[in-house]
């Protein structure tokens, strides 16, 4: 069982919709968690980033942290085909190596 | 803004080459990684590197080496390529010292083929 499972997509959307994009872990002692996102033929580049559980919001972008449940969760509010990108979403101990998902593929409909 | 590059976007090797991957960050950080990113098994760290000369074995180190003889310079090498090592090789650059929460900011990728 991987430490991080995250559906692979694709998922397509109208522009204008709510998108939710989901992580699940098994590794209780993760407290650092974040989400990339990567446009093709690019490097991944950080979106989000949260400590221990909780919601974190900046502009359209809500990120989620239930550790009871050992799941995150990224929201995008009004969705642009601009946010058309795979996303990744990581996670850590502290002081230890990142631990990514195998990334989520997004495509927003004009 | 924070640059990373990479010495290629797309190198063709031959089976048993020595290849050598670059990659350079210009904002005086730390630590840097070398990942590899597959389809369906995500990013996989490969090798990192807290300080110059020092180097910590990732999860899939095996074939591989690397080597960070300056501050802003962080090599990978395959000693003898193969074609299992076929991927896209990203590197990635972070300012604090073991401190994972930091970003990581990586370079554009280098896709290695080889055949």
């Known amino acids: 069982q991987k430490e991080v499972e995250q559906d692979p997509g694709p998922l397509s959307v109208p522009e204008g919709a709510i998108v939710s994009l989901n992580c699940t872990y098994s590794?209780?002692?993760?407290?650092?968690f974040m989400w990339y996102r990567q446009y093709s033929r690019k490097g991944p580049e950080l979106l989000m980033y949260?400590?221990?559980?909780g919601n974190k919001e900046d502009g359209r972008f809500t990120a989620q942290v239930d550790k009871s449940s050992k799941y995150i969760s990224l929201f995008i509010r009004d969705s642009q085909p601009s946010d058309s990108a795979t996303y990744l979403c990581?996670?850590?101990?502290?002081?230890?190596?990142?631990?990514f998902g195998t990334g989520t593929k997004l495509q927003v409909i004009p | 803004d924070v640059k990373v590059t990479q010495s290629s976007r797309y190198l063709v090797k031959r089976t048993g080459e020595k290849v050598f991957l670059e990659c350079v960050q210009d904002?005086?950080?730390?630590?840097m990684f070398w990942y590899r990113q597959d389809p369906g098994l995500g990013l996989r760290l490969i090798y990192f590197?807290?300080?110059?000369?020092?180097?910590e074995k990732g999860d899939i180190p095996e074939g591989y080496s690397v080597s960070r003889e300056k501050k802003e310079r962080f090599s990978l090498i395959l000693e003898s390529a193969s074609t299992n090592q076929t991927s896209m090789y990203l590197c990635?650059?972070?300012?604090?010292?073991?401190?994972?929460?930091?970003?990581?900011?990586f370079g554009p990728g280098t896709r290695l083929t080889v055949l």
């Open positions: 990635a650059s972070s300012a604090s010292q073991g401190a994972v929460g930091d970003t990581q900011y």
């Open positions: 590794n209780s002692a993760f407290q650092y």
């Open positions: 949260t400590y221990s559980s």
């Open positions: 990581a996670m850590s101990r502290g002081y230890q190596k990142v631990t």
């Open positions: 904002m005086d950080h730390e630590n």
């Open positions: 590197s807290y300080d110059v000369k020092m180097k």
